[in-house]
């Protein structure tokens, strides 16, 4: 069949893509070739699983009612959730959609353009041809160079895996990067498992919160335990630290037995490829947000690459599956002319 779309990556945002082709665009699922190594549900499901959202399941279920989506409904929507559950609601919900698509279970390795097709190499050594490209391929939280062993941020946010690390009655001492929604998940679970905490915050202000008018600031379980670390940092197991103050960091590190950095994420792009040029740069993939292109015919979405919002000068990128949806949608017009 010609003209077919190909979803690189099956995480929250090409499911919500694959929604958006074959709900609002009424596009044949067997022109839908989907690639991915696991098809389980991405990230949501394979590292954030046990995470409460900073969602509201309401705000989730909203979301995929926009692309035609029904969200089993819950006992107390304005709550959020384990995000298992949303995971396995989105796979759920989309499942039947894509029934009838082209599967392959293998990583993108290239995407190259050339004669108006987008040549699509695998991991397996296949090479697949499509005319419109989707790429989603996730994210990886980003790491500094701290010089102390580090402990992964997923297996931080789970408190049984972090207390892998942490065995009951060590003295340990963590120096957790980041004070946004995981950093500060992570800090009350160091706590728990037993060790002490250096938290360390970029700029003045040691937390945001969303309640005051913060875009993207710290709300639900994260805003609870930051107002308790402000009052009396969690019982005195948790230090704020300033980035910036490089003696205090230098000393939170020589203390540390572990670092975590829960400081935002980078992405793995495969190469792209457009008339024998590579694409990438030192900055990464020449991505517009306000049109989610890449290239000619390649879109890009979610975390790998989102939506972004300037506000007072500060530009604030926006990860969640409403904004998922958002971007999306906000494309349709584009979209629609090139199918
Ligand atoms: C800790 C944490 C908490 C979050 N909490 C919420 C929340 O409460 N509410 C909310 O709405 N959002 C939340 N998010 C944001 C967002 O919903 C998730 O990050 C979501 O998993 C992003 O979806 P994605 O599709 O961009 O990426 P992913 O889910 O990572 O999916 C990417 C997929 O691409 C595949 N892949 C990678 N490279 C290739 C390749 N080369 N070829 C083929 N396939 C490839 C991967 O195997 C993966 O399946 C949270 C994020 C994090 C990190």
């Not at 995480?11 to 098809?39: S, T």
């Not at 991405?42 to 009612?65: H, P």
């Not at 939280?141 to 049984?160: F, Y």
């Not at 993207?216 to 670390?229: L, M, N, P, T, Y």
Request: one cysteine or more.
């Amino acid at each position: 069949m010609a003209n077919k779309i190909a979803l690189i990556g099956y995480g929250a945002a090409n499911m919500l893509f694959a929604a958006y082709l074959i709900n609002k665009e009424r596009v044949d699922p067997r022109r839908i070739i989907i690639i991915d190594p696991y098809h389980d549900g991405g990230a949501l499901l394979r590292q954030w699983a046990c995470v409460r959202s900073n969602t509201t399941y309401r705000q989730f279920a909203d979301a995929l009612r926009q692309l035609d989506l029904e969200a089993p409904s819950v006992e107390q929507p304005e709550e959020p959730t384990p995000l298992q559950q949303i995971a396995h609601a989105l796979v759920t919900a989309v499942r039947p959609l894509v029934e009838r698509t082209d599967k392959y279970f293998a990583k993108v390795t290239e995407c190259r353009l050339a004669d108006g097709q987008w040549r699509i190499r695998l991991s397996t050594g296949q090479t697949l041809q499509a005319a419109i490209c989707s790429l989603a391929p996730g994210a990886e939280p980003r790491i500094l160079q701290t010089g102390v062993p580090q402990i992964p941020l997923a297996t931080a946010l789970h408190l049984p895996s972090l207390q892998n690390y942490i065995c009951p009655g060590s003295t340990k001492h963590v120096a957790v990067f980041g004070t946004a929604h995981s950093g500060t998940l992570i800090a009350e679970n160091v706590v728990a498992a037993g060790a002490t905490c250096s938290l360390v915050h970029l700029g003045p202000q040691p937390f945001l919160f969303a309640s005051e008018g913060a875009y993207d600031g710290v709300k639900q379980d994260a805003e609870r335990i930051a107002r308790s670390i402000l009052a009396d940092g969690l019982g005195g197991k948790v230090t704020l630290v300033q980035y910036e103050q490089a003696l205090d960091v230098h000393a939170a590190l020589c203390r540390a037995d572990y670092a975590v950095c829960a400081c935002g994420f980078e992405t793995a792009a495969p190469s792209i490829i457009v008339d024998d040029r590579p694409l990438e740069t030192l900055k990464g993939l020449p991505y517009n947000p306000a049109t989610a292109e890449i290239a000619p015919r390649l879109f890009g979405w979610g975390i790998a690459f989102p939506s972004k919002t300037t506000i007072d000068n500060r530009t604030y990128v926006d990860v969640s599956i409403p904004s998922f949806t958002a971007h999306i949608l906000a494309q349709q017009e584009r979209i629609h002319g090139i199918l």
